[in-house]
């Protein structure tokens, strides 16, 4: 049983286009959802994170959108650029499980 | 700071012969963890670590074992190596739970 399903698994946006990964998890205990980027040959690093006392949170480009009814969230990121190519995986933790769960990961390829 | 090194980056290996990976940290860090990474699948949590002479089985912990006889590094063991254990294998350490994990360079393993 997938605890954080991810979509899409691929995406290819242009460059200057908004680019969306959705994520959707399963335990309403989750309180804790960061975001990591893996670019090719490389381990994963964090990117951003969120907690579900906010809506939303934004770092530059990027800004995770949170909905704690739907149990759902979301990266956004505006101005796409070629540099952003990369695989994006979201995670979510929380107490019973707080070591976190990641989803399958969204292959991101922006064309110039 | 080297953050977080893996060793080897690269093996091949034959069925049913063993193997240990390492990783190492000098961030202090308390908790450590293996991941391995295969196409689709995303990162599946193999063994981790709260502390120094700790461990716990992960996710994905079948065929592997770990010692955490240091705090700084995490070993993870294959003691007859299968096919199916081919993949990309990460380290990561983290302060606590809800930081934020930092991930070594990754091994590639390769069972014939």
């Known amino acids: 049983q997938q605890q954080v399903k991810q979509s899409p698994q691929s995406l290819i946006v242009q460059k200057g286009g908004i680019s969306i990964i959705n994520c959707a998890y399963e335990n309403t205990a989750f309180d804790y959802f960061p975001w990591y980027q893996q670019f090719p040959g490389k381990g994963p690093a964090l990117l951003i994170a969120i907690r579900p006392d906010v809506s939303e949170k934004k770092e530059g480009r990027f800004t995770i959108s949170f909905n704690k009814s739907a149990k759902q969230f979301s990266l956004h990121i505006m101005d796409s650029q070629p540099g952003d190519s990369a695989t994006y995986f979201c995670?979510?933790?929380?107490?019973?499980?707080?070591?976190?769960?990641f989803g399958r990961g969204t292959s991101l390829i922006v064309h110039p | 700071n080297a953050g977080v090194t893996q060793t080897p980056k690269f093996r091949v290996l034959k069925t049913g012969q063993s193997m240990t990976l390492l990783c190492a940290q000098d961030m202090n860090h308390e908790y450590m963890y293996w991941y391995r990474q295969d196409p689709g699948m995303g990162l599946r949590l193999i063994h981790y670590?709260?502390?120094?002479?700790?461990?716990a089985k992960g996710e994905v912990p079948d065929g592997y074992n770990v010692s955490r006889l240091k705090k700084q590094n995490f070993l993870l063991g294959l003691e007859s190596a299968a096919p199916s254990q081919t993949s990309v294998y990460f380290c990561a350490s983290s302060y606590f739970t809800y930081n934020e994990q930092f991930f070594g360079p990754g091994t590639r393993l390769t069972v014939l």
């Open positions: 995670a979510a933790a929380g107490p019973g499980s707080y070591i976190p769960t």
């Open positions: 670590s709260v502390g120094e002479g700790t461990t």
